[in-house]
């Protein structure tokens, strides 16, 4: 059934008030002597939209987990970036990662709980990571996981739950999900925008839309927090638990009941956005970043835009940059990627070219070919392997790169997760906070090809179509000059 789109305005702003003071104050009381260390499983860079001052891995070996435990910060991530994978390797990296956690855990006695943070439109491997991470917790430990938590909540990129049904905001008017280009993706399609309908989709109806517990605004906006920690704690069977939410407020209130819940013995898997790694770690809001936090010393070296990601907002944002006339760009025709010598000559020519203009102290946005790689039906897995073997020459740019940028930016999930780690071959980084909302910078550390370079992961799917603009020029030292 097709839900019409709806105003914002018709749909926020009639909603009841509640005081977010109170909310705070009752979420600080609750955190405290709650010592579970929060493990997030990002299955591509952007997860850290909302955050500051945590380190992001991106190996899961038990030294690295090791390492993550012992910081004294109360959450870590680790980066998948499994929403590139095919399934069966996400299967085996999700398997080997709860392995790995489970036995840290023990040998360090440190509860844990993980966080399977994926998209806000709703892509993923779903519900494949989270049925996966369940199985083998509770094959390497005593926990048994009750239920499964849905929150794709995320405020800054325009994604809101109301009535269990999933928002993606376009400008003024929200757009049911299961009816946005998102929907449509090859590999991680679906149709169903109410939440529950969309768990028994994904699921082929192993979990039923009926069987679902829903966390209404109502009772949410009522401070009902009594009655929602009843809800959680009458799921059993890894039943789903729906939670609708519009603010950051409504997290922190189904956060409350959630620590409740769990302190009362409830254990739960959790698949959510971005915002809900921010409430549950405790992390307070931190201004976003500006150019004298990111350019340390000038050097009269430009920086490096790499643009890989094809969702339509992506091509707006990217036709937007065009019109800086100082910025050289270069098109990367990755059609040729189903012919190989023809592909491997192309990748040698732009990044020459990108070589030469860094050089000559030139800003440079390299992008590929805006038409998606359409192989016919039934080969969306092959589709998917062709896109990572873009993503790996989008990659050796980085990697063949002679001079440093001054900074890089790269756009979309896969392309800037590859660049992150096989580019800059950063096995840990720490998140410094947003340059923009929900659009995260890492520093690199010591061990990477660029220490301590300014990294933004720019979301494929976030922003108004000048963000990207408005994020280069702040980085040139040009946003004065609008």
């Known amino acids: 059934m097709l839900i019409r789109k709806k105003l914002a305005k018709e749909l926020l702003d009639h909603l009841p008030a509640v005081d977010s003071q109170l909310a705070d104050e009752l979420l600080e009381k609750e955190r405290q ?32 987990i090791e390492q993550g435990f012992r910081e004294e910060q109360s959450m870590f991530f680790i980066l998948t970036n499994s929403r590139a994978m095919i399934a069966s390797e996400t299967e085996a990296v999700h398997r080997e990662i709860a392995a790995n956690v489970t036995a840290v855990a023990k040998k360090l006695d440190q509860p844990f709980m993980i966080i399977s943070r994926s998209d806000s439109t709703l892509r993923g491997h779903y519900p494949l990571e989270t049925e996966t991470l369940k199985e083998t917790i509770e094959a390497h430990s005593d926990q048994v996981l009750d239920g499964e938590v ?63 517990t829903y966390v209404s605004l109502e009772s949410i906006r009522a401070l009902a927090i009594d009655a929602i920690t009843d809800q959680l704690l009458q799921v059993s069977g890894f039943n789903k638990i729906v939670v609708n939410a519009v603010d950051d407020v ?55 835009i790499l643009v890989g990601s094809h969702v339509k907002k992506t091509t707006e944002q990217l036709e937007h940059l065009k019109s800086c006339p100082e910025m050289e760009f270069i098109e990367l025709d990755c059609h040729l990627v189903t012919h190989p010598d023809a592909f491997k000559a192309e990748v040698d020519r732009v990044i020459a070219a990108t070589e030469a203009l860094l050089a000559a102290g030139r800003t440079v946005t390299v992008y590929t070919r805006r038409e998606r790689l359409d192989l016919g039906e039934g080969r969306q897995e092959e589709e998917l392997q062709l896109s990572v073997k873009i993503s790996e020459a989008v990659t050796s740019i980085v990697q063949r790169l002679q001079v440093r940028p001054g900074y890089i930016v790269a756009k979309g999930g896969i392309t800037s997760s590859d660049i992150g780690t096989k580019g800059l071959r950063v096995r840990r980084a720490t998140v410094a906070g947003q340059i923009k909302p929900g659009i995260p910078v890492w520093i690199t550390g010591d061990e990477s090809k660029f220490p301590g370079i300014p990294y933004v992961i720019f979301p494929g799917n976030v922003g108004k179509t000048t963000t990207l603009k408005e994020t280069v020029e702040l980085l040139e030292g040009r946003e004065q000059q609008e």
């Open 250 to 304: 409504d997290v922190k209130i189904f956060t409350i009941a959630l620590i409740r819940a769990i302190k009362s013995g409830k254990n739960f898997a959790l698949r959510s956005a971005a915002s809900f790694a921010k409430i549950i770690g405790g992390l307070r809001d931190k201004p976003l970043l500006t150019r004298e936090q990111l350019i340390t010393g000038e050097s009269g070296r430009g920086g490096l």
């Open 150 to 212: 849905i929150i794709p909540f995320f405020q800054e990129g325009g994604r809101f739950t109301i009535d269990n049904i999933h928002y993606v905001q376009y400008e003024e008017y929200l757009v049911p999900a299961g009816e946005t280009e998102f929907a449509q993706d090859r590999t991680f399609g679906y149709t169903k925008s109410h939440l529950g309908e969309w768990v028994e989709e994904k699921t082929g109806g192993k979990y039923k839309a009926a069987d679902t």
């Open 33 to 64: 002597g709650f010592a579970k260390k929060w493990i997030v499983l990002d299955d591509d860079p952007t997860g850290v939209q909302t955050v500051h001052g945590l380190s992001v891995y991106t190996d899961w070996s038990v030294e690295s």
